[in-house]
C-alpha cells in the first residue's frame, strides 16, 4: 500500500511540476483528487485494509494528499499570477489613441467676454438691466443731451425707423432710463445689442456693448478711475494699468477716454497697440449734470460715472482675434475654438 | 482737421518734435490720427545737375547722363531726352520712391546706371499741385538750387501736417489759429494774435450794397465789405501750399483768401461779383416754397420756405452757408466784389444741407457751429490778406447787421466743488492760471470764484465744465483711484429673467450646441422662404427707413430664418456637421407706423445637420433642456408649412405652446441652398419662463430591487407612442417608477393599419419588497387604461 501511495503521489507531483496552465492543473486535479480520482480511490480502497494497517495507511495517505494538494495550491497560484499578467499584457491598448467624450459646446465669445465682465462689476455692487433694442429718439438722444440737428448726432450713424424710432446706437439710453424710474444710489451695468450704419472692414452694423452708471451722492472720476481699473485688472491681468485721456461726449462732462497698458506686449509696443503700448477700450466720464435734471434726478445733491464699451473690442484683444466679422459668419469652425479647442 | 506745422508756427513757437506735439495734443483732448512729413513720402531724392549727355550705345530711345549730386557725378541711363544743364531731382541707389518702389543701381542695355530721375509724382505730389511742374516731365528747379538736398525741400514741400481728431464740442478748434492757442497751452508759451492791418479807399460799402436780414434767428450776424478794381491772379505761393497741404485746391487769389480765412481763423466766407447782385441789395430770407436756385455745382435745387437763401433784389443768390449760386462766384473779369462774413444758425444749415444734399467744407464749419466775434475777425482777416497781396482796393467801412450779441457767461464755482467732481485736490493758483491761459479770466469774489466765458467756448455750460477744462491741462495723473470713497455698499444682482437666459444657455452648451449670434435685420424675403401665410402677425415687421440694403432691412419676428441661413452657410463651408443655438430678440410692432415701443420678445432657436443630426437627436436636446428646466413638455405633430410634413411637433408646456421643432421641409432647405437635411427648433422663451419650476425637491427612493415587466400591446397606426405612455402613467398603478416604449413593430403578423408597442415596466416601493400578487394587480390595470382608451389588445 505505501509505495503504490509513493507511486501515485511522485506520479501526481510530477504530473502538477508538468502542468503549464490552471487548466492543467485543474485537470490534475480532478485526476488525483477528484472524487473518482486516484488518491480518493486509495482513500475508498482503506477499508479493505486490516483493522491494524488501517490507521498507518490512513495516515500516510493523508500527508501524501497533503502535500499533493500544497503543491498544486502553490503551483495554481503561480499559473494564475502568470495568466493573470498575460492577459492584462494582451488587454494593453494604445494610450495615444483618442478618447470617447460627449461633444461639448461653447458660449459665444462675446456672450463669455459679456459674463466676465458682468461679474467683475457684480463684484462691486452693480446689478445688470437690459433695455430695448428699438429705442426712442428721445431716451437714445435728447435726455442724452444730444437733442435734434445736434452735430453730435454726427458721432453716431443712425439706422431710422421713423422720426421718433431708432435701433439704439448705443446702450446709453438705458441711463436715461433707470435714471427716470429709479432713485439713488445706483449702480448698474447693461449689457446689450446696439446698432449703426456702419459696415466696412473695423466695423459691423451691429455689435455689443455694456453700458455701466453710477449714481449717488458724491461719486467722483477718481471713483471712475478706480472701478475701471479694477475691471481692467480682472479682465486682462493685474498688472494693467489704465490712463484717462480727455475727450468728449455729450451726456457725460468731463469725458475721458480711457486706455489700457497693451494686453499683448505689457505696454512695451507692439502692432496691436501700434508701438504705443496702450490700448483705447472705452468712453466714460461723470455724468453731464444737465442729463441728470432731464431725468429727475437734483444734480445739486447727486452725482455720477457713466461709461461704455465695445464687447467685440474687448473680445479681440482678449482672444486675439482678428477681424470683427468673424463674430456674425457663426462658422462652426470660429465658435467651437471657445471652449479651448482648436481644429487644424 | 488737417493742421500744417508750418502754419501753427504763425501763431505759436514749436520748440519740440511733431510726435511730441501729437502726444501733447493728446494729453489736452485733441487725437491726432496721422502726422505726414511731406517730405518723407520718398527717400534719397536729391536735386542734381545734368552735367552731360551721351548717346547710348546699344538703345537710340535711351540716354547716359552723367549727372552732379553735389560733390561727386554719378551715371544715370535715362529715356527723357535730356539735353545736359537741367537742374533736376534723382533717386540714388537705395531710394524708396512714394509708391514703395525700390531703386536700385543696375546695369540698362550694358550701360551702368547709378540712379532714376524723378518728376513730381515719385516723389509723391502731383506736378499740377507745385508751381512751375508739368505733368510727365521729370523736376526742375531754378537756378540757385542747392546740389544734393532733398527734392521736396528744394520745392518748399518739408511740411509737416498733423491730422487732429477735433471733438463736437469744440468746433472753435476747426481752424488753425484756435488750435495754436490750445497748442500754446499745452506747450506753455505764449500764442500770437492773426495780423490785422489794412488801407482803405474810395466809396463806402454802403453805397455798393445793402443788407437786410429778415429773419436774424437763423442769420443772427451779417457782415459785408466790398472790394474794387479786383485783380484775379494766382495767389501768393505759401498760400497755395498750405492750401494744398489741408486738402483745399487752390483757384484765384479772392476764392483762395476766402478758403484761407475758414481754414485759419474758422470763418466761412462768400465773394459775391457785385454785377450779379441784381439791385445792389442782399436779403437774407427764408426761401419761398419751391424756389429754384442753381448753385456753383451745377445742381438745381428746390427750396422750401424752411430753408434761409441769400438773395438780392430779385433771386436768391446762394443757400446761405452752403453754396453759392452759378453766377455768384468769381469770373475772370470780375472788379467788384462783396465779401460776406456771417453767422448761420447750425442747425438750420444741417437741415438744409440734408435736404438738398448739398455740402461744402462751409456747411460743415456752420453745422459743426461758429461764435459771434469770428464774422469780423473773419472779415478782417480777408481784408488784410486783399491789401497784402494786393488783390484790390478795399471800400471804406463795413456792414454789420447783427441781431445777437456775444455773450460772456459767468459761471460761479469754487476750488472745492472741482476737487468733488474730480476726486482730487485743486490747488487754487494753478486752476486760475490754466483758465487764464484758455482764454477763460477768473475772478475772485468773496470766497467764491466766477470764470468769465466768453462766447467762443459756447460748450462750457457750468462747473463740470470748468473742471475738464482744469484737468484736461494739469492732468489726469493727478486723479488717483479710489472705490467709492464716499458712498456706502449697493447690493447688485442679476434679474430673473437675464438668470433664466445665462441658464438655457449653459445648459444648451452643455448638450453639446455652439452659440451663435446672428443680425437681428434681415431680408423681407425671410417670411416666402420660410411660408409664413399672409395673414399672420409674423408679417408685421418694423421696417428701416436708412436700412444697409434691402437684405438688412426689417426686424427680425421669427429667428429660424437666421438659423437656417448659418447652417446653409456652415454646409457650404466645409463643415460636416453643426448643432447650433442662438438666444436673441424678435420684434413685433403693436401699431404701424410705430407710435410706440414695439414688443421685444426673447427668443430661443436651435439648428442642426450632419450625419448624427435627425428629428430625435434634435429632440433629445429640448428633452435635456427641459429636464434640466424641471418642466414637462408636450409634442404634437405640426402643421407648420415650413417643416416636413411628416417629421415636425408643436411644443406645449402646461397647455401653453411655446415653440414647435422638426425637419426643415426639404423645399424650404433648398430655397437656403442647404443640400443637406436641415432641423431646427424655435421656443419662446418669454413664454417658457414662467412655466419652469423652482428648486428641486427630494423624493425618496426605493432600497429595494425594482421589479420590471414587458408588455406589447397591439393598437391603430395612428396613435403616438406618447399618448400610450401617457394613458399608462395615469392607469392608477401606484408603484409604476418608470415608463418606457422600447420597440414598435409593424408587419403581417399584427395586421394591416396597426401596429406592436413594445414598454417596459418598473414597480417600486420605498417601503419593501413587491410581490408578484401586486405587481401582477397594477399590470392589470394599465392593460385596462390601455384598452379603454386605444382599445389595445395584449400581442400575440
Redesign the interface.
Known amino acids: 500500500m505505501k509505495a503504490q501511495i509513493d507511486s501515485i503521489k511522485q506520479a501526481a507531483l510530477a504530473a502538477i511540476e508538468a502542468a503549464s496552465s490552471t487548466q492543467e492543473l485543474s485537470e490534475v486535479r480532478v485526476r488525483y483528487l477528484g472524487k473518482s480520482g486516484e488518491m480518493t480511490s486509495l482513500m475508498k480502497g482503506l477499508g479493505a485494509l486490516s483493522k491494524e494497517e488501517r490507521p498507518e495507511a490512513g495516515k500516510i495517505l493523508n500527508i501524501a494528499r497533503t502535500e499533493i494538494e500544497s503543491a498544486l495550491e502553490s503551483k495554481f497560484a503561480q499559473a494564475e499570477e502568470r495568466e493573470k499578467q498575460a492577459r492584462l499584457a494582451a488587454e494593453a491598448v494604445d494610450v495615444t489613441l483618442p478618447g470617447k467624450r460627449p461633444a461639448r459646446g461653447t458660449l459665444h465669445p462675446i456672450t463669455q467676454v459679456r459674463e466676465d465682465i458682468v461679474r467683475v462689476f457684480l463684484g462691486m455692487g452693480f446689478e445688470v438691466a437690459e433695455g430695448p433694442e428699438i429705442e426712442s429718439d428721445l431716451y437714445n438722444f435728447q435726455l442724452l443731451n444730444v437733442p435734434k440737428d445736434h452735430p453730435a448726432r454726427d458721432m453716431q450713424d443712425t439706422f431710422y425707423v421713423n422720426d421718433s424710432y431708432v435701433l439704439r446706437t448705443h446702450t446709453s439710453p438705458m441711463q436715461a432710463r433707470m435714471m427716470t424710474t429709479r432713485k439713488p444710489p445706483i449702480r448698474v451695468v447693461i449689457p446689450g445689442r446696439v446698432y449703426r450704419s456702419d459696415d466696412d472692414a473695423s466695423h459691423s452694423p451691429i455689435f455689443h456693448q455694456i453700458e455701466g452708471l453710477a449714481v449717488d451722492k458724491y461719486i467722483t472720476m477718481g471713483d471712475l478711475e478706480g472701478c475701471l481699473t479694477a475691471f481692467a485688472q480682472q479682465m486682462f491681468s493685474k498688472d494693467t494699468e489704465i490712463r484717462l485721456r480727455p475727450s468728449y461726449f455729450p451726456f457725460t462732462e468731463p469725458s475721458v477716454e480711457v486706455d489700457v497698458t497693451c494686453a499683448i506686449c505689457g505696454g512695451k509696443g507692439c502692432r496691436v497697440c501700434k508701438g504705443t503700448g496702450w490700448v483705447e477700450i472705452l468712453g466714460a466720464g461723470i455724468v453731464n449734470p444737465a442729463v441728470l435734471d432731464m431725468c429727475g434726478i437734483d444734480s445739486k445733491e447727486y452725482s455720477g460715472f457713466a461709461f461704455g464699451l465695445g464687447l467685440e473690442r474687448i473680445a479681440m484683444i482678449k482672444y486675439g482675434i482678428p477681424n470683427i466679422k468673424l463674430f456674425y459668419e457663426n462658422d462652426v469652425r470660429f465658435l467651437r475654438q471657445f471652449n479651448g479647442e482648436v481644429e487644424r | 482737421m488737417l493742421a500744417p506745422v508750418s502754419w501753427l508756427k504763425d501763431y505759436v513757437d514749436i520748440n519740440v518734435t511733431p510726435e511730441e506735439l501729437a502726444a501733447r495734443l493728446?494729453?489736452?483732448?485733441f487725437?491726432v490720427e496721422g502726422i505726414e512729413y511731406q517730405a518723407k513720402k520718398a527717400s534719397l531724392v536729391k536735386t542734381c545737375r545734368i552735367v552731360s549727355v551721351e548717346k547710348h550705345p546699344a538703345a537710340d530711345r535711351l540716354r547716359v547722363a552723367q549727372v552732379d549730386i553735389g560733390g561727386s557725378t554719378i551715371q544715370v541711363v535715362t529715356n527723357v531726352p535730356v539735353e545736359g544743364g537741367e537742374l533736376t531731382a534723382v533717386a540714388l541707389d537705395g531710394a524708396k520712391l512714394a509708391d514703395g518702389t525700390v531703386i536700385k543701381k543696375g546695369a540698362l542695355r550694358g550701360v551702368t546706371s547709378e540712379g532714376m530721375l524723378c518728376g513730381a509724382e515719385e516723389i509723391g505730389f502731383s506736378a499740377a499741385d507745385i508751381e512751375g511742374q508739368t505733368e510727365g516731365d521729370i523736376l526742375r528747379f531754378p537756378e540757385g538750387t542747392p546740389l544734393g538736398i532733398d527734392a521736396a525741400v528744394a520745392l518748399g514741400l518739408d511740411d509737416v501736417v498733423l491730422d487732429v481728431s477735433v471733438?463736437?464740442?469744440?468746433?472753435d478748434c476747426n481752424s488753425i489759429y484756435k488750435l495754436a492757442k490750445e497748442i500754446a497751452v499745452a506747450l506753455g508759451t505764449e500764442c500770437r494774435e492773426p495780423e490785422i492791418g489794412y488801407e482803405t479807399a474810395g466809396a463806402d460799402v454802403r453805397e455798393a450794397v445793402s443788407v437786410e436780414v429778415k429773419n436774424p434767428a437763423l442769420c443772427p450776424r451779417y457782415m459785408a465789405a466790398c472790394v474794387r478794381d479786383v485783380k484775379i491772379f494766382p495767389s501768393p505761393v505759401r498760400m497755395r501750399r498750405r492750401l494744398r497741404a489741408v486738402g483745399i485746391r487752390p483757384i484765384n487769389n479772392i476764392v483762395d483768401i476766402t478758403n484761407y480765412v475758414l481754414i485759419e481763423i474758422g470763418q466761412p466766407m462768400h465773394a459775391f461779383d457785385l454785377r450779379y447782385l441784381s439791385g445792389g441789395k442782399i436779403v437774407v430770407r427764408n426761401a419761398e416754397e419751391g424756389e429754384h436756385i442753381v448753385t456753383l455745382d451745377g445742381k438745381d435745387n428746390t427750396m422750401n420756405s424752411s430753408m434761409l437763401a441769400i438773395c438780392d433784389a430779385e433771386k436768391p443768390v446762394a443757400v446761405a452757408g452752403i453754396m453759392g449760386g452759378e453766377f455768384s462766384g468769381i469770373q475772370p473779369d470780375t472788379s467788384t466784389i462783396i465779401f460776406e462774413s456771417a453767422k448761420f444758425a447750425?442747425?438750420s444749415v444741417?437741415?438744409t444741407s440734408r435736404a438738398l444734399n448739398l455740402r461744402s467744407d462751409s456747411s460743415a464749419r456752420f453745422?459743426?457751429?461758429i461764435d459771434l466775434a469770428s464774422q469780423e475777425y473773419g472779415l478782417r482777416r480777408a481784408l488784410t490778406l486783399v491789401y497784402e497781396t494786393g488783390s484790390g482796393v478795399i471800400g471804406e467801412g463795413v456792414i454789420d447787421v447783427s441781431a445777437a450779441q456775444a455773450k460772456v457767461r459767468d459761471i460761479e464755482f469754487t476750488t472745492a466743488k472741482i476737487g468733488?467732481?474730480?476726486?482730487?485736490t485743486v490747488p487754487k493758483k494753478k486752476l486760475i492760471d490754466i483758465l487764464f491761459k484758455l482764454g477763460i479770466p477768473v475772478e475772485e469774489k468773496g470766497g467764491k470764484l466766477v470764470a468769465h466765458v466768453p462766447d467762443a467756448r459756447s460748450d462750457i455750460?457750468?462747473?463740470?465744465?470748468i473742471?475738464?477744462e482744469f484737468?484736461?491741462v494739469y492732468g489726469?495723473s493727478h486723479?488717483?483711484?479710489?472705490?467709492?470713497?464716499?458712498?456706502?455698499?449697493?447690493?447688485?444682482?442679476?434679474?430673473e429673467d437675464?438668470a433664466f437666459r445665462?441658464r438655457v444657455?449653459?445648459e444648451?452648451?452643455?448638450?453639446?450646441?455652439?452659440?451663435?449670434?446672428?443680425?437681428?435685420?434681415t431680408s423681407p424675403t425671410f417670411a416666402e422662404k420660410l411660408r409664413i401665410p399672409a395673414d399672420s402677425p409674423l408679417r408685421n415687421w418694423?421696417?428701416?427707413?436708412?436700412?444697409?440694403g434691402e437684405a438688412?432691412s426689417v426686424?427680425r419676428t421669427v429667428l429660424t430664418h437666421s438659423m437656417l441661413e448659418?447652417l446653409a452657410?456652415?454646409a457650404a463651408?466645409f463643415?460636416r456637421s453643426?448643432?447650433?443655438f442662438e438666444i436673441?430678440?424678435t420684434?413685433h410692432p403693436k401699431s404701424l407706423?410705430?407710435?410706440e415701443?414695439?414688443e421685444?420678445r426673447e427668443k430661443l432657436v436651435i439648428g442642426m445637420y450632419g450625419a448624427d443630426a435627425d428629428y430625435f437627436a434634435l429632440k433629445g436636446v429640448l428633452e435635456g433642456l427641459f429636464a434640466a428646466l424641471h418642466v414637462k413638455a408636450g409634442y404634437s405633430r405640426s402643421a407648420l408649412p415650413f417643416l416636413h410634413p411628416g417629421r415636425g411637433a408643436d411644443i406645449t408646456v402646461n397647455g401653453k405652446m411655446i415653440g414647435c421643432l422638426g425637419e426643415i421641409h426639404p423645399d424650404v432647405a433648398e430655397e437656403y441652398g442647404a443640400d443637406v437635411r436641415l432641423y431646427a427648433a424655435e421656443l419662446d422663451l418669454d413664454a417658457l419662463a414662467p412655466e419652469c419650476g423652482g428648486t428641486v425637491q427630494f423624493a425618496e427612493f426605493s432600497k429595494y430591487p425594482p421589479v420590471e415587466r414587458d408588455l406589447a400591446v397591439v393598437v391603430a397606426e395612428d396613435i403616438p407612442a406618447g399618448e400610450l405612455v401617457k394613458a399608462v402613467e395615469s392607469a392608477g398603478a401606484a408603484h409604476l417608477s418608470c415608463a418606457e416604449v422600447f420597440d414598435v413593430y409593424r408587419g403581417a403578423q399584427v395586421g394591416e393599419g396597426m401596429k406592436s408597442v413594445a414598454m417596459n415596466f418598473a414597480f417600486a416601493s420605498v417601503e419593501r419588497t413587491l410581490t408578484d400578487d401586486e405587481i401582477a394587480a397594477e399590470m392589470a390595470l394599465i392593460l385596462a387604461a390601455l384598452e379603454t382608451a386605444f382599445g389595445a389588445k395584449i400581442r400575440a
Open positions: 493728446v494729453a489736452i483732448g487725437e471733438t463736437a464740442n469744440r468746433p447750425r442747425d444741417r437741415r453745422e459743426k457751429g468733488r467732481i474730480l476726486g482730487c455750460e457750468g462747473v463740470n465744465d473742471a475738464e484737468i484736461r489726469y486723479v488717483k483711484p479710489t472705490l467709492f470713497a464716499h458712498s456706502g455698499l449697493t447690493r447688485g444682482g442679476v434679474p437675464i445665462n444657455k449653459e444648451l452648451a452643455a448638450l453639446g450646441l455652439n452659440e451663435c449670434i446672428t443680425y437681428s435685420f418694423v421696417e428701416l427707413v436708412n436700412p444697409l438688412l426686424m448659418v452657410y456652415n463651408h463643415n453643426a448643432a447650433l436673441a430678440k420684434y407706423p410705430l407710435t415701443l414695439p421685444e
